[in-house]
């Protein structure tokens, strides 16, 4: 038997031992085994190591092991409660995923609402503010208006002009 | 309706009755306590651990899908806490103190003696062999430990097993070759 062949059988051992080889991969490791003495031998260890781990049977539960996992629990029943009265049912019964979505939108939605909080309104003028904004600059020369019509008068401006010339 | 009656028992539960979560936890724990004592070898903190474990299963009951077989899930969960909960230094203290180096004991001894009909030699030997193989187990990296510990005393499949650690199924066969190989080495001399 060749080394490498050893090398490749003693890989598998473990898993030809748990049955977790294919059928072809089972026949080959199992071939081997009948003829490699030195392999049979490092199987027959493998077994006799398993045989021993599987006496150790474990312990049975401490006699307080029920009380006071039935204290936790009880204090876990009311955390759960306390936490589950502010949640709707529908939402508690949601898949996780679909929780997580919800939760995700729910953010979202309050982000966009707040942001609509922060852009400044618009200011909306009664007729008489909005008459005056658009002749403010009227409002300005205010005292070339008031003499206008009295500078389109020619009586006016005749009289004026014989008025400076007199003086 | 279900193949596996604890998954029928989870989905009763998932609809509020609470009995199916009790007939689950009287079902599962002692498999649960002595998969962590045998990862930890701490009885306290195994029991500890086992608890959460069975909180946890309370409290993310509604996250449970019955696709696959309640006991795969369960130890899921269990793995999950061995993993994350042991690296921490609460459990880490407890575990230094109640089994100091060189004192440790395997529990389930005391069982062995009173039903043991075995010479005195022999049950010498056996415990040699068991206190060796309770060395070999602890000093194992923590991945190959679980994967041993799924293997050899709950027989999960390598497939099983890959889930539950959440690696390929290759890397379950080399972790259960490599941790078999482990042992054999350490216990050898009493198989001889």
């Known amino acids: ?167 | 309706m279900f193949k596996d009656p604890d998954v029928e028992l989870m989905v009763r539960f998932q609809k509020g009755d609470e009995e199916a979560f009790q007939r689950l936890f009287n079902k599962h724990k002692r498999g649960i306590i002595n998969f962590i004592y045998r990862f930890c070898q701490d009885r306290g903190v195994a029991e500890e651990l086992a608890q959460e474990v069975f909180l946890r299963i309370y409290e993310s009951a509604h996250q449970y899908r019955p696709t696959a077989k309640f006991s795969s899930w369960i130890f899921r969960i269990a793995t999950n806490i061995c993993l994350n909960e042991l690296r921490k230094a609460e459990y880490q203290a407890k575990i230094r103190t109640s089994s100091p180096s060189g004192q440790s004991r395997w529990e389930g001894d005391s069982e062995l003696e009173d039903r043991s009909r075995q010479s005195a030699h022999s049950l010498l030997e056996t415990k040699e062999r068991r206190e060796r193989l309770r060395r070999a187990i602890t000093k194992l990296p923590e991945r190959q430990r679980i994967a041993l510990i799924l293997n050899i005393y709950y027989d999960f499949s390598y497939r099983e097993i890959a889930e539950q650690i959440g690696c390929p199924e290759g890397t379950v066969k080399t972790l259960i070759h490599r941790s078999k190989e482990a042992i054999k080495q350490a216990i050898m001399p009493t198989l001889e």
């Open chain 1, 1 to 167: 038997m060749s080394r490498e062949e050893c090398l490749k059988v003693k890989e598998n051992v473990s898993a030809f031992l748990d049955g977790e080889l294919s059928a072809q991969e089972r026949q080959h490791v199992g071939g081997h085994l009948r003829l490699c003495s030195l392999c049979k031998k490092e199987y027959e260890h493998l077994t006799g190591a398993v045989a021993i781990m599987r006496e150790w049977h474990g312990i049975s539960p401490s006699e307080t092991f029920d009380r006071q996992f039935q204290k936790k629990l009880q204090k876990q029943r009311r955390r759960l409660r306390r936490g589950r009265g502010r949640i709707p049912a529908f939402i508690q019964h949601l898949p996780a995923p679909y929780r997580l979505a919800l939760a995700t939108a729910m953010s979202l939605l309050l982000i966009v609402l707040g942001g609509l909080l922060l852009i400044p309104k618009p200011t909306y003028l009664n007729p008489y503010e909005i008459g005056l904004a658009r002749n403010l600059d009227l409002l300005q020369n205010f005292e070339v208006i008031r003499y206008r019509d009295g500078l389109e008068n020619f009586d006016i401006i005749n009289a004026m002009d014989e008025l400076n010339e007199a003086t």
